[in-house]
C-alpha cells in the first residue's frame, strides 16, 4: 500500500481544488469554537457512556480541522493526536495549543504504526470521499492503526 505524508507548506488564499478551498475557508471564517458545544454534544456523551474517556487512552481524530476536539480531549487528560489535510484549521490548533500532536496529512494514508491508537475518531470527514476505494482506503488505515481492542467511532450528518 501506497503512502502519502504531506508535509506542511505556508498556507495559500485558494487551491482552485473545491474541497479543499471550503475547508480554508470554513477555519478562516470561525477560527474560535464553543467548547460547551463539544461537552454539550451526543458524541461526547457517547463517550462518556461507554466509558471510552478513561485517561490514558491514545486518541486518534482523523480529521481534527480546527481542534474541536483536541482542545477537549487533552483537558481531559486524553493522550490525543490529530490529523487533517488542511493546514489552515492545523495553524489554528497550532495558536492554541503549540505543543499539540498534529500533522496534516490523509486518513487514507496515515502516518501511524500498527496498533497506535485504543480509539480513532472521524466526525463528519468520510462523507466527503467521492469514491468508495477512498472510504475502503481511509476504513482499512483505521483498522491497521487501531489496537486490537480499539474503537473507530465514526459520525456523519443526516439531513433529513
Known amino acids: 500500500m501506497r503512502r502519502k505524508v504531506y508535509n506542511p507548506k505556508p498556507p495559500v488564499e485558494t487551491t482552485g481544488r473545491i474541497d479543499v478551498d471550503l475547508w480554508v475557508h470554513e477555519y478562516e471564517s470561525n477560527p474560535e469554537f464553543d467548547l460547551k458545544s463539544v461537552y454539550e454534544s451526543e458524541e461526547w456523551q457517547i463517550l462518556e457512556d461507554f466509558g471510552l474517556l478513561a485517561s490514558g487512552k491514545i486518541i486518534l481524530e482523523a480529521g481534527c480541522g480546527c481542534g474541536k476536539w483536541i482542545k477537549p480531549l487533552y483537558d481531559k487528560g486524553e493522550l490525543i493526536?490529530?490529523?487533517?489535510?488542511?493546514?489552515?484549521?492545523?495553524?489554528?490548533?497550532?495558536?492554541?495549543?503549540?505543543?499539540?500532536?498534529?500533522?496534516?496529512?490523509?486518513?487514507?494514508?496515515?502516518?501511524?504504526?500498527?496498533?497506535?491508537?485504543?480509539?480513532?475518531?472521524?466526525?463528519?470527514?468520510?462523507?466527503?470521499?467521492?469514491?468508495?476505494?477512498?472510504?475502503s482506503l481511509a476504513l482499512h488505515e483505521a483498522h491497521r492503526c487501531l489496537t486490537n481492542q480499539g474503537y473507530l467511532l465514526i459520525w456523519v450528518p443526516y439531513l433529513s
Not at 81 to 105: E, H, S
Not at 114 to 127: A, C, P
Open 81 to 135: 493526536y490529530g490529523i487533517d489535510f488542511c493546514l489552515t484549521g492545523l495553524n489554528i490548533v497550532r495558536r492554541k495549543m503549540p505543543d499539540a500532536a498534529i500533522v496534516q496529512g490523509d486518513v487514507k494514508y496515515l502516518p501511524y504504526g500498527n496498533k497506535r491508537f485504543d480509539i480513532i475518531l472521524s466526525w463528519g470527514v468520510i462523507e466527503h470521499f467521492f469514491e468508495a476505494k477512498d472510504i
